[in-house]
Protein backbone atom coordinates (compact mmCIF):
# COMPACT_ATOMS: atom_id res chain seq x y z
CA UNK A 1 0.00 0.00 0.00
CA UNK A 2 1.05 3.18 -0.57
CA UNK A 3 0.48 5.34 2.17
CA UNK A 4 0.75 8.81 0.20
CA UNK A 5 -1.78 8.09 -2.41
CA UNK A 6 -4.24 6.44 -0.08
CA UNK A 7 -4.42 9.60 2.43
CA UNK A 8 -4.73 12.27 -0.73
CA UNK A 9 -7.31 9.81 -1.88
CA UNK A 10 -8.89 9.77 1.23
CA UNK A 11 -8.97 13.83 1.01
CA UNK A 12 -10.07 13.76 -2.33
CA UNK A 13 -13.37 11.59 -0.59
CA UNK A 14 -14.12 14.28 1.76
CA UNK A 15 -13.86 16.90 -1.13
CA UNK A 16 -16.55 15.48 -3.06
CA UNK A 17 -19.02 15.18 -0.31
CA UNK A 18 -20.97 18.01 1.11
CA UNK A 19 -22.07 15.97 3.79
CA UNK A 20 -19.64 14.21 6.40
CA UNK A 21 -21.39 11.50 6.97
CA UNK A 22 -21.96 10.71 3.85
CA UNK A 23 -18.25 10.26 2.90
CA UNK A 24 -18.02 7.74 5.60
CA UNK A 25 -19.38 5.02 3.76
CA UNK A 26 -16.52 5.29 1.02
CA UNK A 27 -13.99 5.99 3.31
CA UNK A 28 -14.25 2.34 5.12
CA UNK A 29 -14.21 0.99 2.10
CA UNK A 30 -11.01 2.66 1.12
CA UNK A 31 -9.56 1.75 4.03
CA UNK A 32 -10.37 -2.36 3.46
CA UNK A 33 -9.45 -2.33 0.30
CA UNK A 34 -6.54 -0.30 -0.34
CA UNK A 35 -5.09 -0.55 3.53
CA UNK A 36 -6.57 -4.49 4.42
CA UNK A 37 -7.97 -2.73 7.60
CA UNK A 38 -11.81 -4.35 8.01
CA UNK A 39 -14.58 -3.92 10.31
CA UNK A 40 -14.41 -0.25 10.34
CA UNK A 41 -16.54 1.84 12.20
CA UNK A 42 -16.79 5.65 12.83
CA UNK A 43 -18.62 7.45 15.99
CA UNK A 44 -19.09 10.88 16.48
CA UNK A 45 -19.97 13.11 20.26
CA UNK A 46 -23.60 14.05 20.00
CA UNK A 47 -23.63 17.53 21.86
CA UNK A 48 -27.10 17.19 22.32
CA UNK A 49 -27.12 14.37 24.58
CA UNK A 50 -23.32 13.70 25.31
CA UNK A 51 -23.31 10.06 23.50
CA UNK A 52 -20.76 9.35 21.02
CA UNK A 53 -23.37 7.98 18.30
CA UNK A 54 -22.12 4.78 15.56
CA UNK A 55 -22.07 7.49 12.40
CA UNK A 56 -20.86 4.67 10.09
CA UNK A 57 -20.00 0.75 11.08
CA UNK A 58 -19.30 -2.07 8.82
CA UNK A 59 -21.84 -4.39 9.01
CA UNK A 60 -24.64 -2.56 10.81
CA UNK A 61 -27.93 -1.92 8.85
CA UNK A 62 -29.00 1.85 9.05
CA UNK A 63 -31.73 0.61 12.34
CA UNK A 64 -28.35 -0.84 14.10
CA UNK A 65 -26.48 2.53 13.36
CA UNK A 66 -29.06 4.76 14.69
CA UNK A 67 -29.86 2.80 17.82
CA UNK A 68 -25.80 2.57 18.11
CA UNK A 69 -24.53 4.59 20.83
CA UNK A 70 -21.79 4.40 23.59
CA UNK A 71 -21.71 6.21 26.68
CA UNK A 72 -18.33 7.78 27.81
CA UNK A 73 -15.72 5.57 29.10
CA UNK A 74 -18.06 2.55 28.14
CA UNK A 75 -16.32 -0.06 26.46
CA UNK A 76 -13.12 0.21 24.19
CA UNK A 77 -14.87 3.03 22.39
CA UNK A 78 -15.70 4.76 25.25
CA UNK A 79 -12.80 4.58 26.95
CA UNK A 80 -10.32 5.94 23.90
CA UNK A 81 -12.72 8.51 23.60
CA UNK A 82 -12.62 9.70 27.31
CA UNK A 83 -8.71 9.02 27.68
CA UNK A 84 -7.87 10.63 24.12
CA UNK A 85 -5.23 7.90 23.94
CA UNK A 86 -5.57 5.48 21.02
CA UNK A 87 -5.42 1.46 21.44
CA UNK A 88 -4.42 -1.52 19.89
CA UNK A 89 -5.76 -4.77 20.95
CA UNK A 90 -3.71 -8.04 19.77
CA UNK A 91 -5.64 -11.62 19.05
CA UNK A 92 -9.14 -10.43 19.76
CA UNK A 93 -10.03 -14.59 20.38
CA UNK A 94 -8.51 -13.88 23.59
CA UNK A 95 -10.59 -11.16 24.77
CA UNK A 96 -13.63 -12.03 26.17
CA UNK A 97 -15.53 -8.43 25.21
CA UNK A 98 -14.74 -8.83 21.82
CA UNK A 99 -16.16 -12.45 21.77
CA UNK A 100 -19.08 -11.18 23.28
CA UNK A 101 -19.96 -8.33 20.50
CA UNK A 102 -18.83 -10.30 17.53
CA UNK A 103 -21.77 -10.97 15.26
CA UNK A 104 -21.74 -15.09 14.07
CA UNK A 105 -17.61 -14.87 14.60
CA UNK A 106 -16.37 -17.41 15.96
CA UNK A 107 -13.21 -17.62 18.26
CA UNK A 108 -11.74 -19.11 15.40
CA UNK A 109 -12.41 -16.35 13.16
CA UNK A 110 -10.67 -13.96 15.56
CA UNK A 111 -7.77 -15.58 15.70
CA UNK A 112 -5.12 -13.35 14.97
CA UNK A 113 -7.37 -10.30 14.57
CA UNK A 114 -5.77 -6.61 15.89
CA UNK A 115 -8.23 -4.23 16.82
CA UNK A 116 -7.67 -0.47 16.46
CA UNK A 117 -9.33 2.22 17.78
CA UNK A 118 -8.03 5.68 17.71
CA UNK A 119 -9.27 9.40 18.71
CA UNK A 120 -10.52 11.56 16.41
CA UNK A 121 -9.59 15.23 17.82
CA UNK A 122 -10.35 18.43 16.94
CA UNK A 123 -8.46 21.38 18.45
CA UNK A 124 -7.85 20.41 22.21
CA UNK A 125 -10.60 18.33 22.68
CA UNK A 126 -12.01 15.01 20.90
CA UNK A 127 -14.98 14.73 18.91
CA UNK A 128 -15.25 11.12 18.09
CA UNK A 129 -13.41 7.78 17.55
CA UNK A 130 -12.08 5.71 14.01
CA UNK A 131 -11.63 1.70 14.74
CA UNK A 132 -10.81 -0.94 12.29
CA UNK A 133 -9.24 -4.29 12.74
CA UNK A 134 -6.70 -6.42 11.05
CA UNK A 135 -5.19 -9.93 10.77
CA UNK A 136 -1.92 -10.00 11.97
CA UNK A 137 0.37 -13.34 11.57
CA UNK A 138 3.95 -13.24 12.26
CA UNK A 139 7.16 -12.35 13.62
CA UNK A 140 6.63 -8.55 12.26
CA UNK A 141 3.04 -8.29 14.31
CA UNK A 142 4.54 -5.58 16.96
CA UNK A 143 6.01 -3.41 14.30
CA UNK A 144 2.72 -3.79 12.31
CA UNK A 145 0.70 -3.05 14.86
CA UNK A 146 2.74 0.71 15.41
CA UNK A 147 2.34 1.64 11.71
CA UNK A 148 -1.35 0.76 11.21
CA UNK A 149 -2.20 2.89 15.09
CA UNK A 150 0.23 5.57 13.37
CA UNK A 151 -1.33 5.48 9.57
CA UNK A 152 -5.12 5.33 11.24
CA UNK A 153 -4.30 8.59 13.66
CA UNK A 154 -3.52 10.13 9.96
CA UNK A 155 -6.98 9.28 8.95
CA UNK A 156 -8.54 10.94 12.21
CA UNK A 157 -7.06 14.06 11.35
CA UNK A 158 -8.20 14.24 7.91
CA UNK A 159 -11.90 13.23 9.50
CA UNK A 160 -11.60 15.73 11.96
CA UNK A 161 -10.32 19.00 9.66
CA UNK A 162 -13.39 17.87 7.45
CA UNK A 163 -15.84 18.40 10.30
CA UNK A 164 -13.74 20.99 11.40
CA UNK A 165 -14.41 22.49 7.77
CA UNK A 166 -17.94 21.73 7.22
CA UNK A 167 -18.59 23.31 10.78
CA UNK A 168 -17.15 26.33 10.12
CA UNK A 169 -18.68 26.87 6.63
CA UNK A 170 -22.63 26.04 8.16
CA UNK A 171 -21.44 29.24 10.79
CA UNK A 172 -20.20 31.31 7.41
CA UNK A 173 -23.34 30.67 5.97
CA UNK A 174 -25.81 30.93 9.17
CA UNK A 175 -23.67 34.60 9.14
CA UNK A 176 -24.16 35.33 5.72
CA UNK A 177 -28.65 34.72 5.64
CA UNK A 178 -28.37 37.17 8.97
CA UNK A 179 -26.42 39.77 7.26
CA UNK A 180 -27.99 39.69 4.54
CA UNK A 181 -31.68 39.55 6.48
CA UNK A 182 -32.66 36.17 5.12
CA UNK A 183 -35.52 34.11 6.80
CA UNK A 184 -37.69 30.97 6.37
CA UNK A 185 -37.75 30.43 2.54
CA UNK A 186 -35.53 32.67 1.58
CA UNK A 187 -32.97 31.28 3.79
CA UNK A 188 -33.52 28.10 2.01
CA UNK A 189 -32.60 29.17 -1.39
CA UNK A 190 -29.24 29.68 -0.11
CA UNK A 191 -28.51 26.57 1.93
CA UNK A 192 -25.88 24.95 -0.57
CA UNK A 193 -23.48 28.40 -0.49
CA UNK A 194 -20.20 27.64 -0.23
CA UNK A 195 -16.71 29.40 -0.19
CA UNK A 196 -14.57 28.24 -2.69
CA UNK A 197 -12.32 26.35 -0.08
CA UNK A 198 -9.02 26.10 -1.11
CA UNK A 199 -9.59 26.44 -5.27
CA UNK A 200 -11.50 22.48 -4.72
CA UNK A 201 -15.17 22.11 -4.98
CA UNK A 202 -17.34 25.12 -4.91
CA UNK A 203 -20.60 23.45 -2.11
CA UNK A 204 -23.67 23.75 -3.50
CA UNK A 205 -22.65 23.69 -7.55
CA UNK A 206 -22.28 20.04 -9.42
CA UNK A 207 -18.64 21.15 -10.58
CA UNK A 208 -16.30 18.76 -9.17
CA UNK A 209 -12.39 19.29 -9.43
CA UNK A 210 -9.23 19.68 -7.75
CA UNK A 211 -6.47 19.47 -10.38
CA UNK A 212 -4.54 23.02 -11.03
CA UNK A 213 -6.78 23.63 -14.37
CA UNK A 214 -10.03 23.33 -12.35
CA UNK A 215 -8.59 25.51 -9.66
CA UNK A 216 -7.98 28.29 -11.93
CA UNK A 217 -11.49 27.97 -13.47
CA UNK A 218 -12.91 27.82 -10.09
CA UNK A 219 -10.87 31.22 -8.99
CA UNK A 220 -11.76 33.07 -12.12
CA UNK A 221 -15.14 32.00 -11.94
CA UNK A 222 -15.87 33.27 -8.61
CA UNK A 223 -13.89 37.00 -9.41
CA UNK A 224 -15.98 36.91 -12.59
CA UNK A 225 -19.58 35.84 -11.01
CA UNK A 226 -20.49 38.83 -8.74
CA UNK A 227 -20.32 42.02 -11.55
CA UNK A 228 -22.49 41.88 -14.51
CA UNK A 229 -19.47 41.66 -17.10
CA UNK A 230 -20.21 39.01 -20.21
CA UNK A 231 -18.88 35.68 -19.76
CA UNK A 232 -17.69 34.03 -22.40
CA UNK A 233 -16.95 30.26 -22.14
CA UNK A 234 -15.10 28.16 -24.29
CA UNK A 235 -13.93 24.59 -24.63
CA UNK A 236 -14.46 20.98 -26.17
CA UNK A 237 -17.84 19.80 -26.53
CA UNK A 238 -18.87 17.73 -23.40
CA UNK A 239 -16.55 20.12 -20.78
CA UNK A 240 -19.54 21.11 -19.01
CA UNK A 241 -19.93 24.66 -20.47
CA UNK A 242 -23.69 25.05 -18.84
CA UNK A 243 -22.54 24.45 -15.57
CA UNK A 244 -20.18 26.74 -15.41
CA UNK A 245 -22.71 29.00 -16.53
CA UNK A 246 -25.26 27.42 -14.15
CA UNK A 247 -22.58 28.43 -11.24
CA UNK A 248 -21.86 31.61 -12.38
CA UNK A 249 -25.39 32.99 -12.10
CA UNK A 250 -26.09 30.90 -8.92
CA UNK A 251 -22.83 33.09 -7.35
CA UNK A 252 -24.04 36.32 -8.81
CA UNK A 253 -26.68 39.21 -7.21
CA UNK A 254 -28.73 37.97 -10.25
CA UNK A 255 -29.39 34.80 -8.24
CA UNK A 256 -33.27 35.22 -7.56
CA UNK A 257 -33.91 36.28 -11.00
CA UNK A 258 -34.34 33.59 -13.80
CA UNK A 259 -31.39 32.07 -15.64
CA UNK A 260 -32.44 31.48 -19.56
CA UNK A 261 -30.60 29.21 -21.43
CA UNK A 262 -30.86 28.92 -26.03
CA UNK A 263 -28.87 26.52 -27.16
CA UNK A 264 -28.16 28.19 -30.77
CA UNK A 265 -27.44 24.95 -32.41
CA UNK A 266 -30.85 23.50 -31.63
CA UNK A 267 -33.29 26.09 -33.15
CA UNK A 268 -33.51 26.49 -37.11
CA UNK A 269 -32.12 29.23 -38.47
CA UNK A 270 -35.92 30.55 -39.72
CA UNK A 271 -36.85 30.63 -36.00
CA UNK A 272 -33.70 31.45 -33.88
CA UNK A 273 -34.84 35.54 -34.21
CA UNK A 274 -38.04 35.42 -33.12
CA UNK A 275 -36.97 32.69 -30.16
CA UNK A 276 -34.37 35.15 -28.62
CA UNK A 277 -36.34 38.24 -29.55
CA UNK A 278 -39.73 37.57 -29.97
CA UNK A 279 -42.25 38.49 -32.19
CA UNK A 280 -46.16 40.11 -32.80
CA UNK A 281 -48.90 38.92 -33.79
CA UNK A 282 -49.27 38.28 -37.50
CA UNK A 283 -45.98 39.23 -37.86
CA UNK A 284 -44.97 35.91 -40.18
CA UNK A 285 -47.49 33.13 -41.04
CA UNK A 286 -48.14 30.62 -37.86
CA UNK A 287 -47.76 34.05 -35.43
CA UNK A 288 -51.40 33.99 -34.08
CA UNK A 289 -49.77 35.60 -30.76
CA UNK A 290 -47.36 37.79 -28.91
CA UNK A 291 -44.50 36.15 -28.05
CA UNK A 292 -41.66 37.16 -25.51
CA UNK A 293 -38.42 36.11 -26.96
CA UNK A 294 -35.49 34.33 -24.45
CA UNK A 295 -34.38 38.33 -24.00
CA UNK A 296 -37.40 40.06 -22.31
CA UNK A 297 -37.89 36.68 -19.96
CA UNK A 298 -34.14 36.98 -18.89
CA UNK A 299 -35.25 40.81 -17.93
CA UNK A 300 -33.03 41.39 -14.64
CA UNK A 301 -31.47 37.74 -14.56
CA UNK A 302 -28.80 36.01 -17.08
CA UNK A 303 -29.32 34.82 -20.28
CA UNK A 304 -26.74 31.85 -21.48
CA UNK A 305 -26.19 31.45 -25.44
CA UNK A 306 -24.76 28.15 -26.13
CA UNK A 307 -23.13 27.29 -29.63
CA UNK A 308 -23.21 30.97 -30.26
CA UNK A 309 -20.91 30.39 -33.04
CA UNK A 310 -23.95 28.79 -35.08
CA UNK A 311 -25.66 32.22 -35.15
CA UNK A 312 -26.36 33.55 -38.75
CA UNK A 313 -24.92 36.80 -39.89
CA UNK A 314 -28.39 38.59 -40.07
CA UNK A 315 -28.92 37.51 -36.31
CA UNK A 316 -25.23 38.36 -35.25
CA UNK A 317 -26.73 41.79 -36.36
CA UNK A 318 -29.44 42.14 -34.14
CA UNK A 319 -27.28 40.72 -30.90
CA UNK A 320 -24.96 43.26 -31.42
CA UNK A 321 -27.48 46.28 -31.10
CA UNK A 322 -28.76 44.73 -28.21
CA UNK A 323 -25.41 44.32 -26.21
CA UNK A 324 -24.55 47.80 -27.49
CA UNK A 325 -27.60 49.42 -26.92
CA UNK A 326 -29.44 47.33 -24.21
CA UNK A 327 -33.17 47.91 -26.16
CA UNK A 328 -34.68 45.19 -28.68
CA UNK A 329 -37.44 45.41 -31.06
CA UNK A 330 -39.99 42.06 -31.82
CA UNK A 331 -39.91 40.54 -34.79
CA UNK A 332 -42.65 42.42 -37.02
CA UNK A 333 -42.98 45.09 -34.07
CA UNK A 334 -41.51 48.74 -33.81
CA UNK A 335 -41.59 49.56 -30.05
CA UNK A 336 -38.51 49.73 -28.73
CA UNK A 337 -37.94 47.65 -25.56
CA UNK A 338 -35.34 47.91 -22.57
CA UNK A 339 -33.64 44.67 -21.36
CA UNK A 340 -31.62 44.37 -18.21
CA UNK A 341 -29.78 41.27 -19.08
CA UNK A 342 -26.13 39.78 -18.11
CA UNK A 343 -25.07 37.68 -20.82
CA UNK A 344 -23.45 34.45 -20.71
CA UNK A 345 -22.37 32.63 -24.11
CA UNK A 346 -20.38 29.01 -24.68
CA UNK A 347 -18.65 27.82 -28.11
CA UNK A 348 -16.60 24.90 -28.66
CA UNK A 349 -15.18 26.83 -32.02
CA UNK A 350 -12.74 28.58 -32.20
CA UNK A 351 -14.38 32.07 -33.03
CA UNK A 352 -11.00 33.56 -33.42
CA UNK A 353 -10.79 31.48 -36.69
CA UNK A 354 -14.41 32.11 -37.98
CA UNK A 355 -14.05 35.99 -37.44
CA UNK A 356 -10.60 35.84 -39.66
CA UNK A 357 -12.81 33.55 -42.59
CA UNK A 358 -15.30 36.59 -42.50
CA UNK A 359 -18.30 34.11 -40.47
CA UNK A 360 -18.68 35.81 -37.69
CA UNK A 361 -18.54 39.59 -36.89
CA UNK A 362 -15.15 40.83 -35.53
CA UNK A 363 -17.29 43.57 -33.73
CA UNK A 364 -19.64 40.97 -32.06
CA UNK A 365 -16.96 38.79 -30.79
CA UNK A 366 -15.23 41.46 -29.30
CA UNK A 367 -17.96 42.58 -27.27
CA UNK A 368 -18.65 39.14 -26.35
CA UNK A 369 -15.19 38.30 -25.27
CA UNK A 370 -15.54 40.66 -22.03
CA UNK A 371 -14.54 37.91 -19.55
CA UNK A 372 -13.04 34.86 -21.43
CA UNK A 373 -13.17 31.55 -19.25
CA UNK A 374 -11.22 28.70 -20.91
CA UNK A 375 -12.47 24.96 -19.68
CA UNK A 376 -9.68 21.95 -20.02
CA UNK A 377 -10.79 18.90 -21.47
CA UNK A 378 -10.51 15.93 -19.07
CA UNK A 379 -7.28 14.47 -20.83
CA UNK A 380 -5.63 17.70 -19.34
CA UNK A 381 -7.30 17.42 -15.96
CA UNK A 382 -6.67 13.14 -15.20
CA UNK A 383 -6.33 13.94 -11.73
CA UNK A 384 -10.13 14.67 -11.61
CA UNK A 385 -10.87 11.77 -13.54
CA UNK A 386 -11.58 9.29 -10.20
CA UNK A 387 -13.26 12.04 -8.26
CA UNK A 388 -15.84 12.55 -11.47
CA UNK A 389 -16.30 8.76 -11.81
CA UNK A 390 -17.09 8.71 -7.58
CA UNK A 391 -19.46 11.36 -7.91
CA UNK A 392 -21.32 9.89 -11.20
CA UNK A 393 -21.61 6.97 -9.32
CA UNK A 394 -23.29 8.17 -6.25
CA UNK A 395 -25.65 9.94 -8.14
CA UNK A 396 -26.63 7.47 -10.64
CA UNK A 397 -26.63 4.60 -7.79
CA UNK A 398 -29.23 6.59 -6.43
CA UNK A 399 -31.18 7.03 -9.32
CA UNK A 400 -31.36 3.20 -10.09
CA UNK A 401 -31.50 2.53 -6.94
CA UNK A 402 -28.35 0.32 -6.44
CA UNK A 403 -25.84 0.22 -4.04
CA UNK A 404 -22.47 0.39 -5.31
CA UNK A 405 -19.55 0.03 -2.89
CA UNK A 406 -16.64 0.59 -5.03
CA UNK A 407 -14.89 0.87 -8.99
CA UNK A 408 -12.28 -1.66 -8.68
CA UNK A 409 -8.83 -1.31 -9.38
CA UNK A 410 -8.76 -2.81 -13.26
CA UNK A 411 -11.46 -0.31 -13.75
CA UNK A 412 -10.05 2.65 -12.10
CA UNK A 413 -7.05 2.06 -14.68
CA UNK A 414 -9.35 1.61 -17.64
CA UNK A 415 -10.86 4.99 -17.05
CA UNK A 416 -7.18 6.98 -16.14
CA UNK A 417 -5.57 5.77 -19.39
CA UNK A 418 -8.41 6.43 -22.04
CA UNK A 419 -8.15 9.88 -23.89
CA UNK A 420 -11.94 11.02 -23.33
CA UNK A 421 -12.60 12.22 -26.65
CA UNK A 422 -16.15 13.47 -25.74
CA UNK A 423 -14.86 14.48 -22.28
CA UNK A 424 -17.27 14.66 -18.79
CA UNK A 425 -20.29 14.12 -20.70
CA UNK A 426 -18.63 10.56 -22.00
CA UNK A 427 -17.22 10.07 -18.77
CA UNK A 428 -21.16 10.20 -17.02
CA UNK A 429 -22.39 8.04 -19.79
CA UNK A 430 -19.86 5.59 -19.36
CA UNK A 431 -20.20 5.63 -15.16
CA UNK A 432 -23.92 5.43 -15.93
CA UNK A 433 -24.01 2.35 -17.84
CA UNK A 434 -21.40 0.65 -15.33
CA UNK A 435 -24.16 1.48 -12.32
CA UNK A 436 -26.79 -0.17 -14.78
CA UNK A 437 -24.60 -3.15 -15.86
CA UNK A 438 -22.89 -3.82 -11.90
CA UNK A 439 -24.90 -6.79 -10.40
CA UNK A 440 -22.30 -7.44 -7.33
CA UNK A 441 -22.00 -3.94 -5.66
CA UNK A 442 -18.66 -3.19 -7.82
CA UNK A 443 -17.75 -1.41 -10.98
CA UNK A 444 -15.40 -4.01 -12.62
CA UNK A 445 -13.39 -3.17 -16.30
CA UNK A 446 -16.00 -5.08 -17.97
CA UNK A 447 -18.94 -3.25 -16.94
CA UNK A 448 -17.70 -0.32 -18.58
CA UNK A 449 -18.05 0.58 -22.80
CA UNK A 450 -16.06 -1.15 -25.27
CA UNK A 451 -14.35 1.63 -26.42
CA UNK A 452 -12.36 1.97 -23.14
CA UNK A 453 -11.47 -1.93 -23.21
CA UNK A 454 -9.92 -0.98 -26.67
CA UNK A 455 -7.76 1.92 -24.83
CA UNK A 456 -5.54 -0.25 -22.64
CA UNK A 457 -3.37 -2.95 -22.88
CA UNK A 458 -4.15 -5.63 -21.21
CA UNK A 459 -1.13 -8.26 -22.41
CA UNK A 460 -3.87 -10.75 -24.47
CA UNK A 461 -4.79 -10.36 -27.58
CA UNK A 462 -7.74 -8.39 -28.18
CA UNK A 463 -10.68 -10.65 -29.12
CA UNK A 464 -14.31 -11.76 -28.41
CA UNK A 465 -13.95 -15.36 -28.14
CA UNK A 466 -15.26 -16.86 -24.62
CA UNK A 467 -11.84 -18.03 -23.64
CA UNK A 468 -10.18 -14.62 -23.81
CA UNK A 469 -12.95 -13.11 -21.62
CA UNK A 470 -12.46 -15.99 -19.24
CA UNK A 471 -8.87 -14.74 -18.85
CA UNK A 472 -9.16 -11.41 -18.47
CA UNK A 473 -11.59 -11.56 -15.56
CA UNK A 474 -9.92 -14.44 -13.84
CA UNK A 475 -6.54 -12.28 -13.99
CA UNK A 476 -8.76 -9.29 -12.73
CA UNK A 477 -9.92 -11.16 -9.65
CA UNK A 478 -6.23 -12.27 -9.03
CA UNK A 479 -4.97 -8.80 -8.81
CA UNK A 480 -8.09 -7.68 -6.59
CA UNK A 481 -7.21 -10.84 -4.03
CA UNK A 482 -3.70 -9.55 -4.12
CA UNK A 483 -4.16 -6.21 -3.64
CA UNK A 484 -6.60 -7.08 -0.48
CA UNK A 485 -3.89 -9.36 0.45
CA UNK A 486 -1.15 -7.11 0.58
CA UNK A 487 0.34 -9.52 -1.90
CA UNK A 488 0.32 -12.58 0.15
CA UNK A 489 -0.74 -15.26 -2.57
CA UNK A 490 -1.71 -17.90 0.41
CA UNK A 491 -4.48 -15.44 1.55
CA UNK A 492 -5.66 -14.03 -2.19
CA UNK A 493 -6.10 -18.22 -2.47
CA UNK A 494 -7.58 -18.58 0.26
CA UNK A 495 -10.07 -15.69 -0.85
CA UNK A 496 -10.62 -17.04 -4.07
CA UNK A 497 -10.91 -20.92 -2.95
CA UNK A 498 -7.74 -22.04 -4.95
CA UNK A 499 -5.15 -23.91 -3.77
CA UNK A 500 -1.54 -21.93 -2.66
CA UNK A 501 -0.10 -24.14 -6.16
CA UNK A 502 -3.17 -23.35 -8.39
CA UNK A 503 -2.71 -19.64 -7.57
CA UNK A 504 1.20 -19.92 -8.35
CA UNK A 505 0.67 -21.42 -11.72
CA UNK A 506 -1.68 -18.60 -12.35
CA UNK A 507 0.08 -15.60 -11.10
CA UNK A 508 3.20 -16.87 -13.44
CA UNK A 509 0.57 -17.05 -16.77
CA UNK A 510 -0.19 -13.76 -16.58
CA UNK A 511 3.11 -12.23 -15.39
CA UNK A 512 1.50 -10.90 -12.16
CA UNK A 513 4.20 -9.17 -10.21
CA UNK A 514 2.72 -9.96 -7.05
CA UNK A 515 5.60 -8.18 -5.28
CA UNK A 516 3.88 -4.71 -6.41
CA UNK A 517 1.04 -5.38 -3.80
CA UNK A 518 3.10 -6.00 -0.81
CA UNK A 519 2.82 -3.87 1.85
CA UNK A 520 6.02 -2.36 2.77
CA UNK A 521 5.22 0.97 4.26
CA UNK A 522 2.54 1.80 6.29
Known amino acids: MNELELLFDIARTFDKHVELRTALAPLLSLLEVRAGLTWGMVTLLDRSC???????AYGLSDEEKKRGVYRLGEGMVGRVFESGIAVAVPDLSKETHFLNRAKNRTRADMEGLTYYCVPIRSGNGVIGTLSAE????????ETRMVRDKAFLEKVSSIIADSAKLRERITEETFRLHQSRGLTGGQAGNHAGDGEQNGGRIILGSEIVGTSNAMRNVHEMLCRVAPSDATVFITGESGTGKELIAVEIHRLSKRAKAPLIKVNCAAIPEALIESELFGHERGAFTGA?????GRFEMAHGGSLFLDEIGDLSPQVQVKLLRVLQERELERVGGSATIKVDVRLITATNRNLEEEVASGRFREDLYYRLNVFPLQIPPLRERKSDIVLLADYFTEKYAGKNSKLIKRISTPAIDLLTSYSWPGNVRELENAIERAVILSKDQVIHSYDLPPSLQSAVSTNTEPTTTLEAALSRLEKELI??????ADGNM???????????????LRVHHYGINWRLYRTTKM
Open 50 to 56: GLLRIEE
Open 490 to 504: AAAARRLGITERQMG
Open 288 to 292: DKLRK
Open 479 to 484: VEALKI
Open 134 to 141: RRILGEDA
